[in-house]
């Protein structure tokens, strides 16, 4: 960084005084980029977004010093797809990584993965100059040839997938990974640097705490060059491990526990950049890979005022709580209710960098520049929310139609509505009153958009899964109960 400034004076020196005052104009030097994203937290899941007892002082700053994001989604309401999402810019169905049918994340020894001809925000910055770390879950298919190192990362520090695969025979799935006193050894998961395990099982009340070291390192190594950090936390996707310094700490139980170190960790990242002197070029952005495991009872977070939770294309398995941060350029204290995703942090990043999103595939990403560093509406103005390869519903402006609804993981069996369900969130976040019946032009437009969307779209291979069969139908059916709902999927 210091010679990175130096250079930059030097610059001005040389060519002269006239450029002095271009000094003032937005910063030309490569910004570096921090994603943090956490597991399965909820919209209502911290402090500045209205939890009454989970502490996050942080995030809280963070968000006093920035900007927090009411209405940024992110691209499927679980692990696999969303992350497919972020990490490409586009929807998972265009990639084969949205899930389908019964199988809606991947598993460990799957044949499939992000295939390598998808391009990665990561691969793009390493082009443009980038370090590039990824340190976290990964959760995007576990041979080699679709792990970090060969999908843009310099380096990966993590787990190949989730928390609470390879569970070991004698603990039931479900009840083990609730129990707060439950034992890292009864999951089998491999903690990994680049293409080693070396942890195994992986002690998880460790993971938060060394996640975080990792990242301090990787800034200080690396402050002399423009650097990209995805920091995919493990939790609070369950089962929950705390480090000593954090268990019982929390009146929220082991839930709180976990996200108040997350928020420490958040924390140490924030203090070591502006040790370095990095803090005024560098833009953090926090948020979470899909809405909280409700079936997870107290071992799983909560959606706030948003209705449902993760596996659902209800608000609360999609909209996540977000904050942004770029001391000098993301304005303090504001709070934007403009739709915003995941996918458009790719574009983001890219057009900050200085680079070209591809031209030769569709990208679903736009510039969020205008709105994260003007606090103005933003470019995306619709946003298509799918469960695995299935349109489920639609957003444009303050309208949300829903097409087919089912609860992310409840035994309430899925519904196809024709009219679809249709609700004003600007006035009705929780999604409790449906007004399609008074609304009839808004309802032909939202199905004219989500036709036309559907016509458009061309999914990719599935990796992992059996495509719908409505996706092979000439006519996608909508707006009817004609595409074909898959079975109940309790798994996340
Ligand atoms: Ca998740």
């Known amino acids: 960084m210091r010679n990175r400034l130096l250079l930059r004076l030097l610059a001005i020196a040389l060519i002269g005084i006239p450029l002095l005052s271009a000094a003032a104009e937005p910063i030309s030097e490569k910004p570096n980029f921090i994603i943090v994203f956490a597991d399965d937290l909820g919209y209502g899941d911290l402090g500045c977004f209205g939890h009454p007892t989970i502490r996050t002082p942080h995030l809280d700053q963070m968000a006093t010093e920035g900007m927090k994001l009411t209405s940024f989604y992110v691209a499927a309401p679980v692990c696999t797809p969303s992350r497919a999402g972020l990490l490409t810019g586009r929807l998972p169905v265009r990639s084969g990584m949205s899930g389908g049918g019964d199988k809606r994340v991947l598993y460990p020894g799957d044949e499939g993965g992000l295939p390598p001809e998808e391009i990665t925000i990561a691969e793009l910055l390493q082009d443009a100059g980038y370090a590039t770390a990824c340190i976290g879950k990964w ?134 950049l502006r040790e370095t002197g990095l803090a005024e070029n560098t833009l953090v952005v926090f948020t979470s890979d899909n809405g909280p495991w409700l079936r997870k009872k107290f071992a799983g977070g909560s ?86 390869d299935q349109l489920c519903a639609i957003r444009k402006g303050p309208w949300k139609a829903h097409f087919n609804t089912w609860d992310g993981y409840s035994k309430v069996p899925p519904e196809s509505h024709n009219p679809p369900l249709l609700y004003n969130l600007d006035q009705d976040p929780s999604e409790q009153h449906d007004i399609a019946a008074d609304h009839p032009d808004v309802v032909k437009d939202l199905i004219q958009e989500a036709k036309g969307h559907l016509e458009a779209v061309t999914p990719g291979e599935p990796q992992y899964y059996e495509l719908s069969p409505s996706w092979q139908e000439a006519d996608f059916g909508l707006p009817s109960g004609a595409r074909e709902v898959p079975k109940r999927n309790l798994q996340g």
Request: aromatic fraction near 12%; glycine fraction near 10%; hydrophobic fraction near 35%.
């Open 303 to 388: 959606a706030g005022l948003l209705r449902d939770g993760k596996g659902s294309t209800w608000e609360g398995g999609q909209r996540e709580p977000t904050i942004a941060w770029w001391p000098g350029r993301v304005p303090a204290g504001t709070v934007n209710s403009g739709i915003a995703s995941t996918m458009d942090l790719f574009t983001t990043a890219v057009h900050l960098a200085g680079g070209k999103v591809p031209q030769d595939r569709v990208i679903d990403g736009m510039n969020l520049s205008e709105l994260l560093f003007h606090d103005k509406a933003g470019p995306r103005n619709l946003f298509f929310y799918y469960r695995g």
């Open 139 to 272: 959760h995007l298919g576990d041979k080699p040839e679709y792990m970090p190192n060969s999908q843009g990362f310099d380096y990966f520090f993590g787990l190949p997938y989730s928390n609470d695969m390879n569970i070991e025979e004698g603990h039931p799935r479900h009840a083990s990974s609730m129990d707060p006193d439950a034992d890292f050894h009864w999951w089998d998961v491999p903690l990994m640097r680049n293409g080693e395990i070396i942890e195994r099982p992986a002690d998880q009340n460790t993971l938060t705490r060394r996640y975080a070291q990792e990242s301090v390192s990787f800034i200080k190594e690396h402050q002399d060059q423009p650097f990209f950090i995805y920091l995919a936390q493990t939790m609070p996707h369950v089962p929950l491990f705390a480090s000593d310094d954090f268990r019982n700490e929390s009146s929220r139980g082991r839930y709180g526990d976990v996200v108040e170190e997350i928020d420490w960790c958040v924390g140490e990242i924030i203090r070591t």
